[in-house]
């Protein structure tokens, strides 16, 4: 099993829906909770069977589609993907199975299936056209979820999102191709394998370019400023499953194909555009938090606050050291647990009053105190409060930025602050007071259905929180290889990094006779 587990994990959910099509709306529910719990067990064995202490790829599978282009079906994990895979299990299954009355179903579960096999596709390929295929393919169940089930500007929403990401996917092809170019004239064979492009050793304008080719496509996945406006649209009109699944897993292709691609493969490009990177991820986390607080709409509200808290996973990964990157891939699996669980809340008072508006809510913590008690729990974890989830990822991406500069972390840690307002402040309007608006005095608190997915991501939220070590130990040896790799490409023939995280350890580790 644990030869094709990545396999099974990739296309049992797409032959599943397949499967789905027959299966009687009435049971489609039954069935979609059925596959996406045994997708979800697999996954968990696929953690238990990982092994710990190997920094390198797992369970790997090579099978030769076009050998003639050097295409092939290459897939394998790592401490970095591990746990994204995870998380894309976890959130299918909860979601699906937090389903309640929705039209035509069946078609929604389907869809969530078919969705599920792209992600897990995306971040267990390494042949760059395998990725590429995963990622253009998980556009087209978000645009169906987005576009059928979502508000009055669905279809709006659903082909902005769908143009932007589109379009810089294909941008992101044109670098993929001309880097199996620039393989094939070092080498003599194509190949598209993402462990062999590791080797190659770029001047820095072809680094620069390449860089900027596939940063293009990654930034609008992000999204990064100015390519967010797509994704307070898709998340306004989304319906409360995609909204979930977006912000959770869909966001973080982004920010791990960084991390896949461009830090290990133009490693002095990285380093060239760390700090303007930077500013833009402070940007990302000052401005996006300012529009948060003058949200009047609650959705809006965690819509902006997650490109907030992306921009500091950004500014993690372009430390460009083992703290900053391990921070900002704790932060991706913290901030899918926190802005899924947020999303899901904002549900379960729309789905009561069908209204998103804070200011025709006031005094549910009297009338909702499971609910109450629940949200307050996410919004603290969202602020980043110690012995919450989001603290650590936070904590480390700033400490790995802090070696670069120390006016870059200060900003971005006052943007922390700003996003404390803001969420205290929306928290106080919906949830404090005195209740003013009769239709909110006799609303249901969350019942068992919501509860089923509201409980596990609570009790995760503050277990990664107290102990984060059983994620973070995995995922900083897989980092430090890749850190390793960067230094090793970087170097210069006077033994100095190019990139300035590095370059005191490399002069530590080289001897004396060697640095003259």
Known sequence: MLDHILSLLIFFPAIAAIMGFVVHKDSAKAFGVAVSVIEFVISLYLWFAFDT??????????????????????VGIDGISLFIVIMASFFTMIGIASLGDMKKIKNLVITLLFL???????????????????????????????????GPLRIYASVKFFLYTFTGSLVMLVGMLFMAFLYNQATGVWSFSILEWYRLILPL??????????????????????????????HGQAPTIGS???????????????????????????????????????????YTAMVAYAQEDIKQVVAYSSISHMGVIILGTFALNVEGITGSVFLMIGHGIVSGALFFLVGV???????????????????????????????????GLPLLVNFVGEFLSLLGFYNQSHIATLLAGTAIIVGAIYMLSSYKRAFF??????????????NSRELLALIPLTIIAVWLGVYPKPLLEPINNSVKSVVMLMHEKAITPEGKSRIPSLENKVAMQTPEAEVK
């Open 433 to 446: 007071g005195e209740v003013t608006n009769e239709a909110n005095r006799k609303l249901p608190d969350v």
């Open 53 to 74: 202490n190997v920094s390198g790829m797992q369970f790997m599978e090579n099978i030769s589609v076009v050998p003639a282009f050097g295409i092939n079906y290459l």
């Open 349 to 383: 008072i729309y789905d009561r009053r069908h209204t998103k508006m804070m200011s025709e809510f006031g005094g549910l913590a009297s009338v909702m105190p499971r609910y109450a008690t629940i949200f307050g729990i996410m919004m603290m974890a969202s602020v």
């Open 116 to 150: 599920q096999m792209t992600m897990v596709g995306v971040f267990a390929a390494l042949d760059a056209i395998l990725f590429y295929v995963f990622w253009e393919l998980s556009l087209v169940p978000m645009l169906y979820i987005i576009g059928a089930w979502g």
């Open 244 to 286: 979930v699944i977006l912000a959770a897993v869909l966001l973080k292709m982004g920010t791990y194909a960084f991390i896949r691609f461009s830090l290990p493969m133009f490693p002095d490009a990285a380093a060239f555009f760390m700090f303007p990177i930077a500013a833009i991820a402070i940007i990302m986390i000052i």
């Open 205 to 234: 304008n072809y680094q620069l370019w390449l860089f900027a080719a596939f940063f293009i496509g990654f930034a609008i996945k992000v999204p990064m400023f100015p390519f967010h406006t797509w994704l307070p649209y898709a």
